[in-house]
């Protein structure tokens, strides 16, 4: 069976990305990979979000290598397990990463097939407006976090796709084109192309 595909959605602070990637992934055949976490459970969160662990728990995963990318954002770590990822895809699953821009470019050196779609808000005002709308936020973390956006925007030319969160409907609809186009890349289908022209010296 032909294997599924890996797609990377990442992105900013504040660029909606977590939003858009689980509105599209109801909407269309792919499975949105579930993460393991150190952080707390927020208010209504459970299995279904994250995987939650202890420091211990994770270290002790990091150390078995059972992570596919894993990286400390803000002071919290997060991490793709590798099993249910590659499983999904030997089943020939299409498979939704949704993580932050150190841990996507991991993937992207382990996996030089994976898709990757960075997603911004509309300009620079707006995620800055975005952020400081995050009220837990102290001037601080605010501070932190635009310095961050800033440098990870600078190696947004390394990915191949482009989403714009301006309105969530439309950005999500974006994604799902994204998604919808990944079965029609010709790089999947060169070996339908050579049982194809084979064809040709059986007639
Ligand atoms: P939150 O705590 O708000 O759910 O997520 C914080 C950040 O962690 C977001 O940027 C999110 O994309 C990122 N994140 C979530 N899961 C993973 C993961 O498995 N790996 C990495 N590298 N980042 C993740």
């Known amino acids: 069976m032909r294997k599924g ?6 992105g900013p602070s504040g660029a909606g990305k977590s939003t858009i990637s689980q509105r599209a992934a109801k909407e269309c055949e792919i499975f949105l990979s579930v993460s393991a976490t150190t952080r707390p459970p927020r208010q209504g969160e459970d299995e ?11 270290q002790k995963k990091i150390d078995e290598n059972a992570f596919l ?20 895809m030997e089943q020939g699953k299409n498979v939704l990463l949704e993580i ?20 911004l808000p509309p300009s620079l005002n707006e995620l800055k407006r975005r952020l400081k709308a995050r009220k837990s936020e102290t001037e601080e973390q605010y501070n ?18 482009l989403v714009i969160n301006e309105e969530i409907d439309s950005a999500v609809m974006q994604l799902k084109e994204v998604i919808s186009s990944l079965d029609r890349k010709m790089k999947y289908h060169v070996d339908f192309i050579h049982a194809y022209m084979e064809e040709e010296k059986d007639i």
């Open 48 to 58: 279904r979000h994250y995987i939650f662990l202890t420091q211990e728990e994770f």
């Open 100 to 119: 932050d821009v150190q841990g996507s470019m991991q993937v992207k050196k382990a996996y030089d097939e994976c898709e990757m779609v960075f997603v």
């Open 5 to 10: 595909k890996l797609l990377v959605v990442s």
């Open 69 to 88: 990318e894993y990286a400390n954002v803000y002071g919290q770590y997060y991490g793709t397990l590798r099993k249910p990822v590659l499983e999904m």
């Open 144 to 161: 932190l976090r635009v310095a961050k956006a800033l440098e990870e925007i600078a190696i947004a030319p390394q990915y191949d796709y």
